[in-house]
């Protein structure tokens, strides 16, 4: 079962100082709650690298993935994230987008995508991923646009956000 959700925020600053921000992959990385650790020593800013991202769900599964950059240009990058070794219940993707909307305003486009290899997935999980992944990536957003906006908290959207675009 393919699992899809996208979430949009308006920003009040640049497109250039988001992206400025976002271009270390690790920060985004770092940006999902289920992400204990991104183990690279460098700044992740091309295709093709393979990132070490220690998972903690909820104190009761741990596991490393590799997130995999797929696609890295300006104001877009998308990776996938894989388990290494047996079968991957959840193999998965991510993108963030940068879209300008004048000098000072911009919306981070942040999309997820994922093939849920659980069983009885319709019946359990898919109910409970498909109230808890909108708001990881909400949550993720207001982190963006706390880190590149003074105004901003991560825990509320600033003036002009919109959690839903």
């Not at 949009?8 to 990385?29: C, F, G, N, S």
């Not at 093709?48 to 998972?55: A, D, F, K, N, Y």
């Not at 877009?76 to 993707?93: N, Y």
Request: charge should be positive; aromatic fraction near 10%; glycine fraction near 4%.
């Amino acid at each position: 079962m393919i699992y899809t959700c996208e979430r949009r925020l308006h920003i009040d600053a640049p497109a250039e100082t988001v992206w400025q921000w976002m271009a270390d992959v690790r920060r985004l990385l770092r940006l999902n709650m289920f992400h204990a650790a991104v183990d690279y020593p460098e700044a992740a800013m091309q295709a093709g690298l393979e990132i070490p991202v220690r998972h903690n769900i909820f104190g009761l599964y741990r596991q490393t993935r590799i997130a995999r950059i797929r696609a890295y240009r300006p104001y877009f990058v998308a990776w996938g994230e894989l388990q290494p070794t047996g079968v991957d219940r959840f193999p998965h993707s991510q993108s963030f987008t940068v879209i300008p909307l004048d000098d000072h305003r911009c919306i981070v486009v942040n999309a997820l995508r994922g093939k849920l290899n659980i069983p009885a997935v319709r019946y359990w999980f898919l109910p409970l991923y498909r109230r808890l992944a909108p708001r990881i990536l909400e949550h993720e957003n207001r982190q963006i646009a706390a880190a590149v906006c003074p105004t901003a908290t991560p825990d509320t959207p600033h003036a002009g956000g919109n959690a839903n675009g």
